[in-house]
């Protein structure tokens, strides 16, 4: 880990990332799903905008957060990542994520979904998120 949520301990940031995205995977039915063999990859791909870089970056700001300001209790907000509609037809996503039907891969987007889910989980955007937002009419 990099950054506010390092604890300078390669061994104890490694313990943390490893617990951090263990959590944020059973936090996602869709994965899964594809573990269990009942979905395919390429099906959750295609309904779906969970897999995708952007919002693994995006979940990664998510944590960083997390771990700087809510180090105690971070896996209850993780838990509330199940709650979030992660169906590319979910119109929330529309000029965050999805641009004219496709995922864009920007900066912009990044900064887009992490707002977003920071305030389905019960978080504040950082000052880069809500200027992402702001400029972008959200």
């Not at 943390?16 to 979905?39: G, H, M, S």
């Not at 992660?86 to 990044?110: C, L």
């Amino acid at each position: 880990m990099k950054g506010a949520a390092s604890t300078k301990d390669l061994g104890e940031d490694l313990l943390v990332c490893r617990d951090f995205w263990e959590t944020v995977a059973k936090n996602f039915p869709d994965w899964k799903y594809v573990a269990d063999e009942t979905l395919t990859a390429s099906e959750v791909r295609d309904n779906s905008i969970a897999p995708s870089g952007v919002v693994m970056h995006a979940i990664g700001r998510v944590g960083n957060s997390l771990l700087t300001y809510n180090r105690q209790d971070w896996k209850r907000y993780i838990g509330k990542l199940k709650e979030i509609d992660w169906s590319r037809t979910n119109e929330d996503w529309d000029n965050r994520v999805v641009i004219q039907g496709k995922i864009s891969k920007s900066s912009a987007s990044i900064l887009l979904a992490s707002a977003y889910i920071k305030r389905k989980i019960g978080l504040e955007p950082d000052a880069n998120e809500f200027a992402a937002e702001s400029n972008s009419g959200f």
